[in-house]
């Protein structure tokens, strides 16, 4: 732990740090609120953090810069939660009022919102298809030879199938078989899918064995159903372009990509930093990561990445109030 004093001047250095990517001196460091002593003892204190790690000094006579453990310890004593304000805010508040339509569609918007909010690049990924139970099946006639299967899961994703029609099938039938579908397959798990039963009639259940039999194709995993939004940032954010290509291939790799997100979380945090995310060409890269649920089920994670001298407050603030509002969306259904 460090005393009172060293604290401040470390996140005096960070704070500055962060704003201007450029090393700290005294001067700017007595300048910052909470900082009121001399430089000379500024410098004393500057170095001895140094000395144990929070800071180095990249150049002789150059001021000093946070390390992975300084900016650890800003991220782990940050005073108060930042919340959104003013446009920010508007701007979730607004998306969530107009978030209609298909999940897959919402979440890729989510991830545009989450870069736009930050300047970071964001992740969402999407709930696994074979987790979420099934909320309602319908079958609607399209043409006379062709019905679609419509399916609605708990996490809000709809699935559509094209089913073929016997001839002279009628509305009767379809009406029936979507009736027999919905009594015997609500609440069900992709996973576990139960026998239905037999209606009596064999056009009917042989329509509903085509619905069963295209429920049951494989679906996509997980690692398939990663959004990534805001690489423009990413490539604006480092000055080596060795560094902006290291990152760009990593969130190329969506497995990759889904396993880091699920790896933090499961750790206990909320923010990666450096080595902390596991991943070597990650290391001068930050992860903030939140899940989004639905009754304290997790059914995805979304995410932010960006240098290690990203604005820590602002983008704990966007990935908490997104990750809300984006559980209540689904639970809305």
Do not use: W
Not at 12 to 25: D, L
Not at 209 to 221: D, I, L, S
Not at 228 to 239: C, E, L, Y
Request: glycine share 8%; aromatic share 4%.
């Amino acid at each position: 732990m460090l005393d009172e004093r060293k604290a401040a001047i470390l996140r005096a250095v960070v704070e500055e740090y962060i704003e201007t990517a450029q090393p700290v001196g005294s001067g700017h460091v007595a300048a910052a609120p909470g900082v009121d002593v001399s430089s000379a003892t500024i410098r004393n204190e500057m170095a001895q953090l140094e000395t144990d790690g929070y800071l180095l000094q990249p150049h002789t006579s150059a001021g000093r810069v946070p390390t992975e453990k300084g900016y650890r310890f800003f991220v782990d004593h940050l005073r108060s939660p930042m919340r959104l304000q003013g446009q920010s805010a508007l701007q979730v508040r607004a998306f969530f009022e107009r978030a209609h339509g298909e999940v897959e569609e919402m979440l890729s918007a989510t991830g545009r919102l989450l870069s736009n909010l930050t300047d970071l690049a964001s992740v969402v990924v999407a709930p696994m298809a074979s987790e979420a139970t099934l909320r309602s099946a319908q079958l609607v006639g399209l043409t006379t030879s062709t019905a679609l299967a419509v399916l609605v899961f708990s996490d809000g994703t709809v699935e559509k199938h094209a089913i073929e029609l016997d001839p002279d099938m009628g509305e009767e039938r379809l009406a029936a078989a979507t009736a027999h579908l919905s009594a015997h397959l609500a609440g069900a798990g992709r996973s576990s899918l139960p026998v239905i039963p037999a209606t009596g009639d064999d056009r009917t259940d042989n329509l509903v064995g085509r619905v069963m039999a295209a429920m049951a194709e494989p679906v996509r995993t997980e690692a398939e159903h990663v959004f990534v939004g805001g690489t423009a940032q990413v490539a604006r954010a480092f000055d080596a372009i060795e560094t902006v290509r290291a990152v760009l291939g990593i969130l190329e790799q969506q497995y990759v990509v889904v396993t880091l997100l699920r790896d933090v979380l499961d750790r206990g945090l909320h923010v990666a930093i450096g080595s902390e995310t596991g991943v070597e060409p990650l290391a001068q890269c930050a992860l903030v990561v939140a899940p989004y649920e639905i009754e304290g089920e997790r059914l995805g994670t979304i995410g932010v990445l960006g240098p290690t001298r990203m604005n820590y407050p602002q983008a704990l603030a966007a990935v908490a109030v997104v990750s809300d509002r984006l559980s209540d969306r689904l639970a809305e259904g």
